[in-house]
């Protein structure tokens, strides 16, 4: 099994238990607002991993359910806020949250599946020094969350190191990945050392699959992205490509014509192209690339420790995929 | 000790844990927004109900301190998105987070302080059971704070039953004095039904305390309450005065002209003053007082399965002090 045909599974499976946790409660418009999001699917990359990573450790997957539940309301929770942060008027297909329904129905939505996570991992059928483990996991990946949100909004338009960078995506990306694969390995009944394994893995992978992201938005095919290739240059995006250019754009005459073009909304698709030329010949792009690779390389290291399973295979699988893709 | 001086030394006693879990990370400006309404002081009484509770069941109290601080955090994460939510200026004298920085740093100071709450709760020194207990009550209680608060907002300017109104401000106040009072019992290793009791004390005390509220919002002295006597009516609020007014006024031409001034925002202080005469003819206002001390009067009756001790006398006190209040 591939990791699109895995991930796919996963998902199907998730379908019932992400509806079983939200009742029919009061007041309806805020219970259907809390729903959108999770019931409408997404890539569900997060429960898979939690998932595979409690039967890559020998457990039953199925003790992971209600984590992989947990860790997708608190994905869907960051995303409604940061929908009505960030203006978005349309996700998986529908009109977002906050324009759908108004402003404070979007952040109480977020903040109830906020909640109903705890709750979840609160009635998880793991012993109780587990469910405090998940628990510090999890937890800790949403503080790191928030922070990640703050640091990117801080970061927009500036010219920020590549270190800042990789801290960024860090909290806004891996550690919600590694709580899910930790916490599974945890439901799993994996040993200490296994579990800091399959985090290790995990926050790797999250960085992998975020820089090769921005690689496709700099090198990838528009039409298979359906993003734009100048977009990330108009938004000034500072990542690892930029400020490898930075670094390394060897005439001051071409450094100052990049920076021009790079954060400046109302550049034409002719200086964007430009932009993308300058950071080609300064071998900025293929460092992405590589970047990626190695992060993902890591990834696959840290599950030496595992056996060999199905699941073992879906990770190493997943981690391939994350930089061998198209979109 | 009465009420206010247990509350003041509660007070005290949590300046120093309440500053000592959010350490100085990155981005700075998320870190200070997160710290100021905590840091800024306020009641507490929410974390003074948890620390008595740990002491009443014969814990000791300072097992707690955790949780009081995470309750705290939890309550002013909520005060965090209200404030925006409700397009407040001011806060314990100061200017709000959504204004004094901006909108997405509100949202997320109350989303990082709720995390931060439940990474404190994920560290208690408390056997592991307890903990995942602790979590149950107070995880239930975040969800039901989000659902409260999206019916009080669908509520305004708005008739509702005395029911609705009464499970609104038990979404919106009790249930969080009723996990602190709860989760302190189990910190201080009280037995289920003891658990249960305190947890019944203070949803009932919780509901006394907010009609209590509303009943100070209509015949307080504005000079001690700061809040204007025609404030409540102009809004329209569905307080169990207003309600029973509705049901209670005989006349069909005053019930006209008292719900012709219930919700004006442009209500003049003399029409404010007939609605609230209005109110109290129809024995209303009577009525509320009436039933905020029946609230409070079981709440104290929940206690008799404690024994005699410091903290229980400030438990009976802080419910006999929130009918017995001026402001």
């Known amino acids: 099994m591939d990791a699109k045909e895995y991930l796919m599974k996963a998902s199907k499976e998730l379908d019932g238990p992400i509806r079983q946790y939200i009742g029919d409660e009061e007041p309806s418009d805020?219970?259907?607002?809390?729903?959108?999001?999770?019931?409408?699917?997404?890539?569900?990359?997060?429960?898979?991993?939690?998932?595979?990573?409690?039967?890559?450790?020998?457990?039953?997957r199925m003790k992971a359910m209600p984590l992989a539940v947990a860790i997708e309301y608190i994905h869907n929770f960051t995303l409604v806020h940061d929908d009505f942060m960030d203006g978005d008027e349309q996700r998986r297909g529908m009109t977002t949250i906050h324009i759908a329904y108004n402003v404070p129905t979007a952040i109480l939505a977020g903040d109830a599946l906020f909640a109903k996570?705890?709750?979840?991992?609160?009635?998880?059928?793991?012993?109780?020094?587990?469910?405090?483990?998940?628990?510090?996991?999890?937890?800790?990946?949403?503080?790191?969350?928030?922070?990640?949100?703050q640091m990117d909004i801080n970061n927009e338009r500036k010219i920020v190191s590549e270190e800042v960078y990789i801290e960024t995506?860090?909290?806004?990306?891996?550690?919600?990945?590694?709580?899910?694969?930790?916490?599974?390995?945890?439901?799993?009944?994996?040993?200490?050392?296994?579990?800091?394994?399959?985090?290790?893995?995990?926050?790797?992978?999250?960085?992998?699959?975020?820089?090769?992201?921005?690689?496709?938005?700099?090198?990838?095919?528009?039409?298979?992205?359906?993003k734009s290739v100048g977009n990330d240059i108009r938004k000034g995006k500072c990542t690892v490509m930029v400020t490898h250019a930075i670094r390394n754009i060897k005439d001051p005459k071409v450094l100052e014509e990049f920076k021009s073009i790079l954060g400046n909304a109302d550049a034409t698709d002719d200086q964007t192209a430009r932009a993308r030329s300058i950071m080609e010949?300064?071998?900025?792009?293929?460092?992405?690339?590589?970047?990626a690779k190695e992060k993902v390389d890591e990834a696959i290291s840290k599950l030496s420790i595992l056996p060999h399973s199905e699941e073992k295979d879906f990770m190493i699988a997943l981690a391939k995929y994350a930089i061998d893709r198209e979109v």
């Open 30 to 60: 805020l219970i259907a607002a809390s729903r959108q999001y999770p019931y409408a699917g997404g890539k569900r990359m997060r429960p898979a991993m939690a998932l595979a990573a409690a039967g890559a450790v020998g457990g039953d």
């Open 169 to 226: 995506i860090r909290l806004k990306t891996s550690v919600l990945f590694a709580a899910a694969a930790a916490g599974g390995a945890l439901a799993g009944g994996a040993d200490e050392r296994t579990v800091q394994a399959v985090h290790e893995y995990a926050m790797a992978l999250g960085l992998g699959f975020q820089i090769f992201d921005d690689y496709l938005g700099i090198a990838g095919d528009p039409a298979k992205t359906g």
């Open 281 to 291: 010949d300064a071998g900025s792009i293929a460092y992405g690339r590589r970047l």
């Open 117 to 149: 996570a705890f709750q979840i991992i609160s009635g998880m059928d793991v012993p109780d020094s587990s469910m405090r483990n998940i628990l510090k996991y999890v937890s800790q990946a949403v503080w790191d969350l928030a922070r990640g949100q």
